[in-house]
T-cell receptor, first 113, second 113 residues
Framework: QQQVKQSPQSLIVQKGGISIINCAYENTAFDYFPWYQQFPGKGPALLIAIRPDVSEKKEGRFTISFNKSAKQFSLHIMDSQPGDSATYFCAATSGGSNYKLTFGKGTLLTVNP | DGGITQSPKYLFRKEGQNVTLSCEQN?????MYWYRQDPGQGLRLIYY???????QKGDIAEGYSVSREKKESFPLTVTSAQKNPTAFYLCASSIPGTAHGYTFGSGTRLTVV
């Protein structure tokens, strides 16, 4: 049972464009939604995270939009750069799961120069 | 610098052999985790430990074993019972009771030859 569904599987964007990755979850007990960025051969690194009491969080060029009623959240990368090319994972967790992270399957983002 | 060290970076295993992947952290985190990453599958939880001398199975524990004798160390053994062990293995740690501060190692790529 996949509790966090992520789309698209891959994404190609031109430099300067907006990259949008979407995730949907099923477990209404989830209360923390982080996004991770992973470069080839490296471990994931936390990019940005949100709690369901806010609808949007912005950090630099990265924004999370959260829709609690639809059980969906998305990552927007503004002014995408070739250095943003990586795999992005959404995740979700809650205290009820001992804060174990449940991950989406990932999105391979390629930003063309 | 605090962080997580995984070794070796690359590991080759013959059919029928057990191999052990090392994970050491100096972040003073009580919780540690092992994830398996396959292309297009995201990260799946193998085992996790909230405290020394205690650990629980994750979603795909069959064919794996762990120990947690020290706070800093959480080695993973891939046994011969694991039928498809070729994958990228990631170790992580965090502070119990929170999903903040989840830190990943750089991974070990295991290949069966």
């Amino acid at each position: 049972q996949q509790q966090v569904k992520q789309s698209p599987q891959s994404l190609i964007v031109q430099k300067g464009g907006i990259s949008i990755i979407n995730c949907a979850y099923e477990n209404t007990a989830f209360d923390y939604f982080p996004w991770y960025q992973q470069f080839p051969g490296k471990g994931p690194a936390l990019l940005i995270a949100i709690r369901p009491d806010v609808s949007e969080k912005k950090e630099g060029r990265f924004t999370i939009s959260f829709n609690k009623s639809a059980k969906q959240f998305s990552l927007h990368i503004m002014d995408s750069q070739p250095g943003d090319s990586a795999t992005y994972f959404c995740a979700a967790t809650s205290g009820g799961s001992n804060y174990k992270l449940t991950f989406g399957k990932g999105t391979l983002l390629t930003v063309n120069p | 610098d605090g962080g997580i060290t995984q070794s070796p970076k690359y590991l080759f295993r013959k059919e029928g052999q057990n191999v052990t992947l090392s994970c050491e952290q100096n972040l003073n985190h009580d919780a540690m985790y092992w994830y398996r990453q396959d292309p297009g599958q995201g990260l799946r939880l193998i085992y996790y430990s909230q405290i020394v001398n205690d650990f629980q199975k994750g979603d795909i524990a069959e064919g794996y074993s762990v120990s947690r004798e020290k706070k800093e160390s959480f080695p993973l053994t891939v046994t011969s019972a694991q039928k498809n062990p070729t994958a990228f293995y990631l170790c992580a740690s965090s502070i119990p009771g929170t999903a903040h501060g989840y830190t990943f190692g750089s991974g070990t790529r295991l290949t069966v030859v």
